[in-house]
């Protein structure tokens, strides 16, 4: 199936090209963005050889629902959506940092506990944590956001504010923000059936000097979801959790012998591995949206969404 993995785009009035992991970005003219989700997949800060069909439209398209739903609660860059892949924004200066926030012992945070590290991002963990299991209450642990967009790296509130990388003012903003996100997107999770076990905020300032969420949002590349159904009994058993997110994508990888080190090689990716890891997602955005995912038209991606990018961006003049 086809797969859009690169972008190499001309509009009208652009001014610079940004590509980050998984999302190729175009500033036009001074104040916007054009945000196109591609269909590649990164693990390990490693971008994966083989792009996943229609996993640039299902992340684009739970983002761009996600940010609707938490308007009220947290302003956003999101202007339009030209395209199933695309969306158009205000222009920011981005902050270095991730909001990472967790509500469960699970991914990065149970494997450095269960290495035997009891602080994580300078937040001090009580003994005898399970894995999967909650939190005693939600827990914001930052990652810093390199220029390349590959490497992010653990970072303590205390770093960030000591190196100046965001000012005290502005991080007790972030600090809100993330916390009532968290709150609302667990919400949203529940009522679909699913437990929102942790997930990470990108925060930028407007020219106006107001601070907005950007970029993807509770998404399954930048959350962790659990099945709400049979939660309690699998966490009992000590057993693995049925789980909606990236995670079986990482776990896969560690199976086969690959964490990003120096040396390891990315294992195969058959067809059918590929068509399994899109169904995956497919399953989640039904799960989050509640509706049947329409795939679109994808004989000529590149041709689709040049041309209803270009014609959106025209009638704005």
């Not at 942790?198 to 925060?203: I, Q, V």
């Amino acid at each position: 199936m086809n797969s859009i993995t690169s972008t190499d785009f001309n509009f009208e009035n652009q001014k610079h090209v940004y590509k980050g992991k998984v999302r190729d970005v175009y500033t036009i003219g001074e104040d916007l963005l054009v945000m196109i989700a591609t269909d590649r997949l990164s693990a390990f800060d490693v971008i994966l050889p083989k792009g996943i069909p229609y996993k640039g439209q299902i992340l684009n398209q739970i983002a761009c629902e996600s940010l609707k739903q938490t308007s009220s609660i947290v302003p956003n860059w999101l202007v339009d959506t030209p395209d199933p892949n695309v969306s158009v924004g205000l222009r920011c200066t981005p902050f270095k940092v991730e909001m990472v926030i967790r509500g469960y012992l699970a991914g990065h945070a149970a494997r450095e506990y269960k290495a035997g590290k009891r602080t994580l991002c300078g937040v001090t963990l009580p003994e005898g944590l399970k894995e999967n299991a909650p939190l005693p209450s939600p827990i914001i642990t930052p990652t810093t956001k390199a220029d390349n967009g590959t490497h992010d790296e653990d970072i303590s509130r205390e770093d960030i504010l000591k190196k100046g990388i965001v000012t005290e003012e502005d991080y007790t903003i972030l600090e809100k923000y993330t916390y009532a996100l968290f709150k609302k997107g667990s919400e949203i999770a529940r009522e679909k059936g699913l437990i929102l076990v942790d997930t990470k905020y990108e925060f930028g300032k407007t020219k106006n000097g107001e601070i907005v969420l950007i970029d993807e949002v509770h998404t399954p590349d930048s959350s962790r979801y659990f099945y709400l159904e049979g939660y309690e009994e699998r966490l009992k058993k000590g057993e693995p959790q049925k789980q909606l997110s990236k995670e079986f994508v990482r776990q896969w990888l560690i199976e086969n012998g690959f964490q990003g080190r120096e040396g390891e090689q990315i294992p195969e990716m058959t067809d059918v591995h590929v068509s399994s890891i899109s169904e995956r997602y497919i399953e989640l955005y039904e799960h989050l949206i509640g509706k049947k995912f329409i795939k679109a038209d994808i004989s000529n991606i590149q041709e689709r969404i040049y041309n209803n990018v270009s014609e959106y961006l025209h009638s704005l003049l």
